[in-house]
């Protein structure tokens, strides 16, 4: 047997369970002597809980949020599982918050199989307020933001939405009951010159809050700033080129590496075309000596490396060419 009000943050809600029939496991009415001896008795550490999601989207354990402890009621006669929402991270309550899901509660007595129908009990969950903006930036280019508030609808319709500062108006643009439930709100700044900060407070009757800070800036004229920042007309096409070659670097290496590269490929191909061959020399060029005659040493050469020609009778006139001795 479960409480008809959803699980929610800092309130504890509690499961009552029996292991009778009728509902209650005291036989008869208790003396306040008897009532003494239970306590004592601790008849809760016999009974366990175990919580559990009832949507599979869930990526984390109902034990990671839930804290639970059993006890014994003496007056009812019923033992008790108490359940409390502990503080969440956004992530967590975001996913609680667009998830249909309900917290299943089931109960276990410790040493023993059960082996019949186990009756469990299925809760509501109500996780608090989720916004999708942790904090709110107007500026006077921008002097308007939106942000959405996720939460169960009986929530979001008895929701108080207040700005701490006269410089900021809250409006309510859309109302979604459907799954997700959310409402859609619509901040305006009415004076940036004064305002210094502010903040949107959310609140509902059951007691969750929600409070997200607005901050102001003054950003200049994007196309003034543009004009105020540029240049004379002489030195524009100067300053932008020097601009973009220090700003460049990357290609300012490579075209180095390029022009080097080109430069040796140049002096390669120019060195093997110029470079002088080997002179050739037409052997009616090439002196020779020729062989001894008579025993006698080759002919004398005169100072003009002249070789003297020498007849034979049997033997035609061969014209002997001499060239100038450059030593001498």
């Known amino acids: 047997m479960a409480q008809s009000s959803p699980v929610r943050s800092g309130k504890e809600t509690k499961v009552l369970l029996t292991t009778r029939e009728r509902g209650t496991n005291l036989i008869g009415?208790?003396?306040?002597?008897?009532?003494?001896?239970?306590?004592k008795l601790q008849p809760e550490k016999s009974v366990s809980c175990h919580l559990s999601f009832t949507s599979d989207t869930i990526d984390f354990s109902a034990n990671d949020v839930f804290k639970t402890h059993t006890g014994f009621d003496s007056?009812?006669?019923?033992?008790?599982?108490?359940?409390?929402?502990?503080?969440?991270?956004?992530?967590?309550?975001?996913?609680?918050?667009?998830?249909?899901?309900?917290?299943?509660?089931?109960?276990?007595?410790?040493?023993?199989?059960?082996?019949?129908?186990?009756?469990?009990?299925?809760?509501?969950?109500?996780?608090?307020?989720?916004?999708?903006?942790?904090?709110?930036l107007l500026s006077n280019l921008h002097?308007?933001?939106?942000?959405?508030?996720?939460?169960?609808?009986?929530?979001?319709?008895?929701?108080?939405?207040?700005?701490?500062?006269t410089?900021?108006?809250?409006?309510?643009?859309e109302v979604h009951q459907g799954f997700p439930s959310?409402?859609?709100y619509t901040v305006n700044a009415v004076d940036l010159h004064s305002a210094v900060s502010a903040s949107v407070s959310l609140s509902s009757s059951s007691g969750q809050s929600l409070v997200i800070p607005v901050s102001f800036i003054h950003v200049a004229d994007p196309n003034a700033?543009?004009?105020?920042?540029?240049?004379?007309?002489?030195?524009?096409?100067?300053?932008?080129?020097?601009?973009?070659?220090?700003?460049?670097?990357?290609?300012?290496?490579?075209?180095?590496f390029a022009l080097l590269a080109g430069t040796a490929i140049v002096i390669i191909v120019l060195h093997s075309l110029l470079s002088p061959?080997?002179?050739?020399y037409h052997p009616a060029f090439i002196q020779r000596t020729p062989p001894?005659?008579?025993?006698?040493?080759?002919?004398?050469?005169?100072?003009?490396?002249?070789?003297?020609?020498?007849?034979?009778?049997?033997?035609?006139?061969?014209?002997?060419?001499?060239?100038?001795?450059y030593k001498s």
């Open 277 to 280: 061959k080997e002179q050739s």
């Open 75 to 136: 007056s009812i006669g019923l033992y008790t599982c108490s359940i409390t929402l502990q503080p969440m991270t956004d992530q967590q309550i975001r996913v609680l918050s667009v998830s249909m899901t309900n917290l299943l509660v089931k109960a276990d007595l410790v040493g023993t199989v059960f082996t019949g129908e186990q009756v469990g009990t299925r809760l509501p969950i109500e996780p608090g307020l989720y916004s999708d903006q942790a904090e709110l």
């Open 143 to 165: 002097p308007s933001a939106e942000f959405t508030v996720y939460g169960p609808p009986t929530v979001l319709s008895n929701m108080e939405v207040v700005s701490t500062s």
């Open 29 to 39: 009415a208790c003396s306040p002597t008897q009532i003494e001896a239970v306590a």
């Open 292 to 325: 001894p005659i008579n025993g006698q040493d080759s002919p004398v050469s005169n100072s003009f490396n002249r070789i003297t020609p020498r007849f034979s009778p049997n033997s035609s006139y061969r014209s002997q060419l001499y060239s100038p001795d």
């Open 182 to 184: 959310y409402t859609k």
């Open 225 to 256: 700033a543009k004009q105020a920042a540029a240049p004379p007309a002489g030195s524009l096409e100067d300053g932008h080129s020097f601009h973009s070659f220090i700003n460049s670097y990357q290609m300012m290496f490579c075209t180095l």
């Open 167 to 173: 410089s900021v108006t809250v409006h309510e643009k």
